[in-house]
């Protein structure tokens, strides 16, 4: 049985300012507020003039218990509203956020109180963008999304689906659940909220794909790009713990603050895990297996380049399943164990494929994801399958969602 989960935050309530802009999914911000009201945020809406055609303000109002913001300079409120907001805030959530909106803030305009309190802002700022596809898709938007993301703005969604027109395609806003969510879990993990709850653990992390040479110009290898398991390693190393993180070949940069142990095969990840968890496992509290090891290895890897010559048979031998032998190994209660199972079959058969996997491997968790959503983006949609439950995450980022794991892994912590 899959539930949407949708925890809430902890006193102190944090601020979230909620900026809504003109475009027919605003309606959705009315459900984003009442989401994170009734998680104990504290929200203070500032609607676009183009906004305030879409969604009554006094809707807002009423689901925030909050004035809502609009003039630049309200005679009744002082002068330097934006300032004041961009500081209030632990927060700034965009919902929506449309194509004239990003182009404004990736070229850096304050000509009205929601773009001048964003510019304002020197904190998290997450954005929802809805959009028809064709403006998503087009390079202009790109090019101010890439703006924007290097600027450190944060994003959850678009999503494919349908939009205002009834066209089908990537552009329509992710759905309020999904948008909540990722808001609460920046929250949960934004220093200022006091949430190192990792501080004195051991996390070992493994990320990317393996590549098993068949010789000196040719492999064996997948489509892992390291971006779950490089966002677990950032997520853990924020809430305080110590992380080691080995990695396959990707083209990531390495987080700042880890212990990053690059390797090429899966033999290679074999010994730097046994160096990482120690001869007894206790060197570690927690070890997340994101990485895609190849399952199988060239029986030899051959000297010198194989030259064409008709149809050919390659000899493969099987690579020791790391996971499952570290589950063997354990013992004791360390390190809590948690493995991947990336899967191309339908929903129902997803979590049982990975609760076989729980059984067979030995370990307490499996994160069960789908190839179609998880391959080299940037969001995922996974399912947390434990035992005894199942909890289905709405799509998110992938930081969004190693922080939901790091969450659900916690209790688990010996
Ligand atoms: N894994 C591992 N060693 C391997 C293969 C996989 O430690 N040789 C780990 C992965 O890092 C992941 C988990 O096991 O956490 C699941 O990997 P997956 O390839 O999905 O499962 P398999 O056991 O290989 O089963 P199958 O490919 O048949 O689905």
């Known amino acids: 049985m899959l539930r949407v989960a949708m925890t809430s935050v902890s006193p102190?309530?944090?601020?979230?300012?909620?900026?809504?802009?003109?475009?027919?999914?605003?309606?959705?911000?009315?459900?984003?507020?009442?989401?994170?009201?009734?998680?104990?945020?504290?929200?203070?809406?500032?609607?676009?003039?183009?906004?305030?055609?879409?969604?009554?303000?006094?809707?807002?109002?009423?689901?925030?218990?909050?004035?809502?913001?609009?003039?630049?300079?309200?005679?009744?409120?002082?002068?330097?509203?934006?300032?004041?907001?961009?500081?209030?805030?632990?927060?700034?959530?965009?919902?929506?956020?449309?194509?004239?909106?990003?182009?404004?803030?990736?070229?850096?305009?304050?000509?009205?109180?929601?773009?001048?309190?964003?510019?304002?802002?020197?904190?998290?700022?997450?954005?929802?963008?809805?959009?028809?596809?064709?403006?998503?898709?087009?390079?202009?938007?790109?090019?101010?999304?890439?703006?924007?993301?290097?600027?450190?703005?944060?994003?959850?969604?678009?999503?494919?689906?349908?939009?205002?027109?009834?066209?089908?395609?990537?552009?329509?806003?992710?759905?309020?659940?999904?948008?909540?969510?990722?808001?609460?879990?920046?929250?949960?993990?934004?220093?200022?909220?006091?949430?190192?709850?990792?501080?004195?653990?051991?996390?070992?992390?493994t990320a990317g794909p393996t590549i098993e040479d068949i010789d000196p110009a040719r492999y064996l290898s997948n489509r892992s790009s390291g971006k779950m398991g490089y966002a677990i390693a950032t997520a853990a190393l924020a809430r305080g713990a110590r992380v080691t993180l080995i990695t396959g070949p990707v083209a990531l940069p390495a987080p700042a603050g880890a212990k990053v142990v690059p390797i090429r095969t899966a033999r290679d990840m074999e010994s730097a895990l046994d160096a990482a968890l120690g001869t007894g496992l206790t060197e570690a509290d927690a070890l997340i297996m994101a990485a895609a090891v190849a399952d199988y290895r060239p029986l030899s890897v051959h000297p010198t380049k194989l030259k064409r010559h008709g149809p050919t048979t390659l000899e493969l031998i099987p690579n020791p399943d790391l996971l499952a032998g570290l589950g063997k190994r354990r013992t004791g209660p360390k390190p809590v164990l948690v493995g991947f199972a990336l899967e191309t079959t339908s929903d129902d058969e997803l979590v049982a494929a990975a609760r076989v996997k729980l059984d067979k491997k030995q370990v307490d968790l499996i994160v069960a994801n789908r190839a179609s959503d998880a391959f080299d983006t940037d969001h995922n949609r996974i399912v947390l399958v434990e035992r005894a439950r199942a909890i289905e995450l709405p799509y998110a980022s992938k930081g969004v969602l190693a922080d939901r794991l790091i969450d659900h892994l916690l209790p688990l912590l010996p």
């Not at 104990?40 to 109002?61: D, E, S």
């Not at 919902?95 to 404004?104: G, I, K, N, Y």
């Not at 994003?155 to 027109?165: D, L, M, N």
């Open 12 to 205: 102190p309530h944090p601020t979230v300012v909620l900026g809504v802009c003109g475009s027919i999914a605003a309606y959705k911000a009315a459900s984003v507020a009442r989401l994170l009201v009734k998680a104990g945020v504290r929200v203070l809406p500032v609607m676009t003039h183009a906004a305030t055609k879409m969604l009554g303000a006094a809707t807002l109002a009423g689901l925030t218990g909050n004035h809502v913001y609009g003039e630049m300079f309200e005679a009744s409120l002082g002068g330097e509203l934006h300032v004041e907001l961009a500081e209030k805030a632990t927060l700034i959530a965009v919902v929506p956020a449309t194509a004239e909106f990003l182009s404004a803030l990736a070229s850096g305009r304050a000509n009205d109180l929601l773009r001048a309190t964003v510019l304002c802002r020197r904190g998290p700022v997450m954005l929802a963008p809805a959009m028809h596809p064709n403006m998503w898709s087009h390079p202009a938007t790109q090019r101010n999304i890439a703006t924007l993301r290097a600027d450190g703005l944060e994003f959850v969604g678009p999503v494919v689906g349908e939009v205002a027109s009834g066209e089908v395609g990537e552009g329509r806003m992710a759905e309020p659940e999904a948008i909540a969510e990722a808001i609460l879990g920046r929250l949960r993990h934004d220093p200022s909220q006091g949430t190192h709850d990792l501080a004195g653990r051991h996390v070992v992390v």
